[in-house]
């Protein structure tokens, strides 16, 4: 089920998801490599949020960094939800603070949320004995499945189309 926040003046949806504690057991490798491949997928998208919010956090540094020494009179403009209003640097500095901070705290949780996220791949991993076979290791895999009978599932790496 999808769940919708608004921070800074922008909309994300992010989905839902159950551990892997929670899950029914899948019915087949495809099944479980699906799985595994959805999770890897959300890491990503996890990965790729906390990168824009950092990118953001430093933004307002730069801008906290640059207008604290200035006069709290002077003019100074700032672009809320698609607008250019014109306030004082005493209006706009608390502000820009607010949202660092409140960026800062997001992106804390998202630290959370990954290290949760990658502990349950890991349990995922070890539970269906997934490995990663990579391109030139394929030659090494086809020994190995001769030699031994322990099952697992493999899976390719990881698509970079997301």
Same mark, same amino acid.
């Given at each position: 089920m999808p769940k919708e926040?608004?921070?800074? %003046?922008?909309r994300t949806?992010?989905?839902a998801s159950k551990s892997a504690s929670d899950r029914k057991e899948p019915p087949n490798e495809q099944a479980v490599?699906? &799985?595994y491949t959805a999770m890897r997928s959300e890491l990503s998208q996890i990965y790729s949020n906390i990168t824009e919010l950092e990118m953001q956090v430093s933004e307002h540094t730069l801008v906290i960094n640059a207008i604290q020494p200035l006069? #709290?009179?002077r003019k100074c403009f700032r672009m809320i %939800? %698609?607008?250019?209003?014109?306030?004082?640097?005493k209006e706009v500095l608390p502000a820009v603070q607010r949202n660092k901070e409140g960026l800062e705290e997001v992106v804390k949780k998202l630290y959370e949320t990954l290290e949760k996220k990658k502990k349950d791949l890991s349990e995922f991993e070890a539970k269906y004995?997934?490995? &990663?076979?990579?391109?030139?290791?394929s030659k090494e895999e086809e020994g190995n499945k001769k030699e031994g009978n322990a099952q697992g599932v493999l899976v390719g #790496?990881?698509?970079s189309s997301q």
């Open positions: 926040r608004s921070f800074n %003046g922008r949806v992010t989905m490599a699906n &799985i006069d #709290p009179s %939800g %698609g607008v250019l209003v014109q306030r004082t640097i004995k997934i490995r &990663i076979r990579k391109h030139d290791d #790496p990881a698509s």
